[in-house]
């Protein structure tokens, strides 16, 4: 769109997976919508770019989480997306001798023993009314526990102390796995390339004091008689997007939600056929601090690192180009340091670092999984708001981000309807 309309029916702020979903649902509504982004591109967290001519990297979600559920599998369908429904690299392919069977065996049983904890202490909670941090179901002495802390950092982007017990267990995963070859953000970008944009468009004030919401932006002002926000907690929670009036339970429910950090990097590998395709690299080295690397994405000549946690936001904060080196730095401590030399870096992520993110995706703080109902629900039936934070049971996944973005939709409708 080249110019930004003075009015419109209703604006969606953010044209992340939540923001499309909602514009593809007003389509057939008749009303004018618009939807503000702040990037000059679509699929927030979601962005796949080629990071050299022969590897495809998702920067942010690459994964069809719970895919048996996931309405972005319909959509690739329709869209002519091939969909890899492989099994994911992270349990059955493990590859090297620093992580042998019987400690992969062990460390299953550990992490499945720590669920099972976690699962009884939920329903507890539930019933006393008192949530808690997940880590508190890990069992003292465990030598897994520093890994299990890792796999949460994965998970949820923080380590078990940072999440609420009830939120941990309100997540729904079929543990279905499936993949987009040619990238999750590009089928996103795919979904959204009919929606009305308005791209570098940064929003900095919604005003619902009127009659009509007023939305200041970097491009101009413009009204709307509805608004759906779908903008990352961070940004809400630190106030980037300010309310007049206040909306000081919107603020205090996105600080509850806060995004933990997931980061991945991609290293091109020279002579690949020296590794399995799609296999998946770890050492046993007991500490929370460590990376997990999938060796060979679709047979492709490259390794992809993944960190989460306070480890990711160290290796943020120690510049561009650090995630790399430490994938490096890691995967030749595995497979010898003749490995050095057939690794370059190519990408890697810095969400923490990107000012329209400010980290990966939600989780509750211990207290506070009610929060997503909080920030869910509408205000004065003229603000919505949607993103994968609001999503009760799918939360953290672009699907749950997508689908929220449909529910807000269809609140606007309904709240039309009773006017």
């Not at 009204?223 to 205090?252: C, M, Q, S, W, Y």
């Not at 080295?285 to 000549?301: K, S």
């Not at 329209?356 to 629900?377: C, I, N």
Request: aromatic share 8%; glycine share 10%.
């Amino acid at each position: 769109m080249s110019s930004l309309p003075s009015s419109v029916d209703v604006a969606i702020i953010g044209a992340g997976a939540a923001g499309l979903g909602a514009a593809n649902a007003l389509k057939n509504s008749g009303l004018s919508v618009i939807v503000l982004e702040a990037r000059d591109r679509v699929g927030g967290r979601a962005h796949t770019i080629m990071a050299s001519p022969d590897v495809t990297f998702d920067v942010g979600c690459g994964w069809l989480h719970s895919a048996d559920q996931n309405s972005f599998v319909k959509i690739a369908e329709q869209l002519n997306f091939e969909i890899n429904k492989s099994l994911p690299p992270w349990r059955e392919r493990a590859y090297g001798k620093a992580f042998p069977q019987d400690d992969r065996d062990d460390f299953i049983r550990a992490m499945n023993a720590f669920y099972d904890r976690a699962e009884q202490a939920a329903q507890e909670a539930e019933q006393s009314g008192r949530d808690g941090p997940a880590n508190v179901c890990l069992e003292p002495g465990n030598r897994w526990n520093p890994m299990i802390d890792a796999i949460s950092t994965y998970i949820n982007g923080c380590e078990l102390d940072q999440v609420s017990l009830l939120d941990m267990d309100a997540y729904e995963d079929t543990d279905l796995n499936w993949r987009i070859r040619r990238g999750y953000g590009t089928l996103i970008a795919a979904y959204g390339a009919t929606c009305p944009l308005a791209l570098n468009c940064m929003v900095t004030l919604i005003d619902h004091s009127a009659k009509r919401v007023r939305i200041e932006t970097s491009q101009g002002t413009l009204t709307a008689d509805r608004v759906i926000v779908t903008v990352p907690t961070n940004l809400i929670g630190d106030e980037a997007i300010r309310f007049h009036p206040p909306l000081p339970a919107k603020v205090d429910a996105a600080r509850g939600l806060p995004l933990g950090l997931a980061d991945k990097v991609t290293l091109a590998l020279d002579e690949p056929e020296a590794l399995p395709k799609e296999g998946n690299l770890r050492a046993a080295t007991m500490r929370t601090a460590m990376g997990t690397y999938h060796l060979r994405p679709f047979g492709q000549p490259c390794i992809e690192g993944f960190f989460g946690g306070r480890f990711a936001q160290s290796l943020e904060d120690a510049g561009p180009g650090a995630l790399a080196a430490e994938s490096i730095n890691e995967i030749v401590s595995i497979l010898g340091n003749d490995f050095r030399r057939k690794l370059k870096p190519l990408a890697e992520s810095r969400w923490a670092h990107d000012p329209f993110a400010r980290g990966s995706y939600s989780h509750a703080l211990p207290g506070h999984a009610g929060d997503r109902e909080v920030l869910a629900a509408p205000v004065d039936g003229r603000l919505f708001f949607a993103g994968e934070a609001t999503s009760p049971e799918f939360f953290s996944t672009a699907h749950g981000a997508r689908d929220s973005g449909e529910r807000a939709a269809a609140e606007v409708m309904m709240a039309l309807a009773g006017r």
